[in-house]
């Protein structure tokens, strides 16, 4: 069954250090979208991107976070100058139609901010 | 503002028993009501969805049942097994917005 893969699997920063976390989706998605989830919190909407363009934000997406498709195939998140609470797990994810279709969720990023 | 409340917020059940969470919303434009189940270490898996127009869908084991006008649903395990012992997240989506709204999660465990 094909896979939304997500590296690294957890990635320690200092404090203001900028972080990259990586993510390969289905290969056939069209649609591609960032959550996080606090430990033992609920999962938390990020960001949708679609067609090379952001087309949904959340108020927790601000100017620190930004999204990239460099490739065909890999779709970036990057926080740029970390803090302590950016800590949590950041899910991947991917659909071939919008959110209505359901989403495949990769397995995650454990961001762990000192 | 919390848009979706879920109970309970764990859950013991015997194995071959019915488990119920329950899931609650506030605004009457969602259109698409799906639950996820995430294991330890992993993400939120679709497990199944219903769209508003009909009360009830079942999938195997697993039924959610919803009523528009309370704006509630609710997602029935039947002969509950260890195997599904997991977080249950119940979510709601507007069809227009592209993003899932996910419900504050429950813990089941299914016990022998």
């Known amino acids: 069954e094909p896979e939304v893969t997500q590296t690294p699997s957890h990635q320690v920063t200092q404090m203001g250090q900028e972080v990259i976390l990586r993510c390969v989706p289905i290969?056939?998605?069209?649609?591609f979208y960032w959550y996080r989830q606090i430990l033992g919190q609920k999962v938390e909407f990020l960001v949708s991107f679609y067609n090379n363009e952001i087309s949904e934000k959340s108020e927790i997406f601000d100017d620190q976070f930004s999204v990239e498709r460099p490739d065909g195939s890999n779709f970036t998140l990057k926080i740029r100058s970390t803090k302590l609470e950016d800590s949590a797990m950041y899910f991947c994810a991917s659909s071939l139609r919008q959110a209505t279709y359901g989403y495949t969720f990769g397995s995650g990023t454990r961001l762990t901010v000192v | 503002q919390q848009q979706v409340k879920q109970s309970p917020q764990s859950l013991i059940v015997q194995k071959g028993g019915i488990s119920i969470i329950n899931c609650a919303y506030e605004n009457t434009a969602f259109d698409y009501f799906p639950w996820y189940q995430q294991f330890p270490g992993k993400g939120p898996a679709l497990l199944i969805a219903i769209r508003p127009d009909v009360s009830e869908k079942k999938e195997g084991r697993f039924t959610i049942s919803f009523n528009k006008s309370a704006k509630q649903f609710s997602l029935h395990i039947m002969d509950s097994q260890p195997g599904d012992s997991a977080t249950y997240f119940c979510a709601v989506v507007k069809t227009s917005y592209d993003k899932v709204i996910f419900g504050p999660g429950t813990s089941l465990s299914v016990i022998p």
């Open positions: 290969s056939n998605h069209l649609y």
